[in-house]
């Protein structure tokens, strides 16, 4: 990849990440610098699986989803900032700190992903990121985690 994209529609995340429904939980990547940091968009919807059992009655967006999706936003970036678009690879959690949730996230928001890199390499990487809805913090946490190359 020549020029590396700023932002990445459902089709360039699909190239970037393995992930699908029902666990493709990011929608589009925005302000991508690229080894620093990125913005991901997840429009919450109420067909999401995790709905009917989280709650019924009352629909919350479980937090751990949350994480995944700021994850899924890093890993996008990550992808590109490496050049192995289309290479196959797969990202592990190794570790999640200082997880904070403080605001419910339901059907019809629109949680925006900020996440910035901490540290990176080829395979191991570490990030801080914020989710919020509008200027409210949803959740806020760092992580860590691996890129399996397979090969590329």
């Not at 989803?65 to 899924?72: D, V, Y």
């Not at 890093?74 to 196959?88: F, G, N, R, T, Y």
């Not at 914020?130 to 913090?137: H, I, L, Y």
Request: aromatic letters at 8%; glycine letters at 8%.
């Amino acid at each position: 990849m020549t020029d590396m994209p700023t932002s990445a529609d459902i089709h360039l995340i699909q190239k970037c990440i393995p992930h699908r429904y029902p666990f493709l939980l990011v929608d589009r990547v925005e302000d991508i610098v690229p080894g620093q940091s990125c913005r991901g968009i997840k429009m919450v919807t109420m067909n999401e699986p995790h709905f009917q059992g989280h709650f019924p009655g009352a629909p919350i967006m479980p937090g751990v989803t949350i994480i995944e999706a700021m994850a899924q936003a890093a890993a996008v970036m990550a992808s590109i900032s490496l050049d192995i678009v289309e290479k196959d690879a797969l990202v592990y959690f190794m570790g999640i700190d200082k997880a904070k949730f403080r605001r419910k996230v339901v059907p019809g928001d629109m949680l925006e992903l900020f996440v910035t890199v901490n540290r990176s390499g080829s395979k191991i990487w570490k990030f801080s990121g914020v989710a919020k809805v509008g200027d409210e913090v949803a959740c806020e946490a760092d992580f860590t985690a691996m890129l399996d190359l397979q090969g590329a």
